[in-house]
């Protein structure tokens, strides 16, 4: 696998490609899993009938639908409301009051939010305990289709699979074919576009949360987010992560491990 790798990287139309997107976009594909990046994009440029990545990256520049289309397959926009059913019981009853015990406003973070599905179902968890109003809540992704998805809040009734009835009878109105997200969730919600690798991070934060996203970086990335996620909560905030990604050392970046894939900065 290894040696597979290595003829991957070596690759000069690939390398290429990957040097243009950084310098005309700040976007490292260096910094995610090389072989599952490449055979991911060299699937969407054949589709798209390009012969090679010089040829893909040039019509990319000039054609919008195409770059989102391949910031798209780069970001692996899956997500789902209440993902992992039980993890978000555990921050609705264990997480958020241990965090209201400071009496404080909280400041909540959704990073690489993708279509808004992840900080929607934090913010229907903080309407029902009646914390919306006394929260502030981010959501950032690196994709601008992505985040006009997230922002116009209008889902396939099969991306309200999970979430329990009464709360889908609170919060979202069926719209033809669709559903549409409440008002009072998407004004509690500030939407912006960031580049998690290579933008800096706000401070203070109560709670971030980002799932299912560290999986497709390196060793190296991976590590210099855990540090820049330490930096950006306050002490005994918490980052919340995906059910594939447990840190296995978190002292090393000031967490220690509390409910499963919850981690506390001492």
């Given at each position: 696998m290894a040696e597979r790798?290595?003829?991957?990287a070596a690759d000069p139309d690939y390398t290429g490609f990957i040097h243009n997107v950084k310098q005309s976009t700040g976007i490292d594909l260096a910094q995610y899993k090389e072989a599952q990046m490449k055979r991911r994009l060299t699937t969407l440029r054949m589709k798209n009938g390009y012969h090679s990545f010089q040829d893909f990256y040039a019509a990319m520049m000039k054609?919008?639908?195409?770059?989102?289309?391949?910031?798209?397959?780069?970001?692996?926009?899956?997500?789902?409301?209440?993902?992992?059913?039980?993890?978000?019981?555990?921050?609705?009853?264990?997480i958020l009051p241990d965090l209201q015990r400071s009496g404080r406003r909280l400041k909540l973070w959704s990073a690489a939010c993708s279509t808004g599905e992840e900080p929607y179902t934090l913010a229907m968890i903080l309407s029902d305990k009646n914390l919306l109003s006394q929260t502030g809540i981010l959501a950032t992704d690196i994709d601008d289709g992505a985040l006009a998805k997230a922002k116009q809040g209008l889902y396939l009734e099969r991306s309200l699979k999970d979430v329990p009835k009464d709360v889908a009878a609170r919060y979202f109105a069926p719209e033809g074919p669709v559903f549409k997200v409440?008002?009072?969730?998407?004004?509690?919600?500030?939407?912006?576009?960031?580049?998690?690798?290579?933008?800096k991070f706000d401070e203070g934060?109560?709670?971030?949360?980002?799932?299912?996203?560290?999986?497709?970086?390196?060793?190296?990335?991976?590590?210099?987010?855990?540090?820049?996620?330490?930096?950006?909560?306050?002490?005994?905030?918490?980052?919340?992560?995906?059910?594939?990604e447990q840190i296995f050392t978190p002292a090393q970046y000031g967490f220690e491990s509390t409910e499963t894939f919850f981690y506390r900065k001492k």
């Open positions: 790798e290595q003829i991957e054609d919008k639908a195409l770059f989102y289309e391949f910031l798209d397959r780069m970001t692996i926009n899956v997500s789902e409301f209440w993902r992992n059913p039980n993890r978000w019981e555990v921050l609705r009853d264990v409440s008002e009072s969730l998407k004004k509690s919600i500030d939407f912006r576009k960031q580049n998690l690798l290579l933008d934060f109560d709670l971030i949360i980002c799932r299912n996203v560290m999986i497709y970086f390196t060793e190296e990335a991976k590590n210099k987010l855990y540090h820049k996620f330490s930096d950006s909560l306050r002490p005994g905030g918490y980052l919340f992560v995906g059910s594939t």
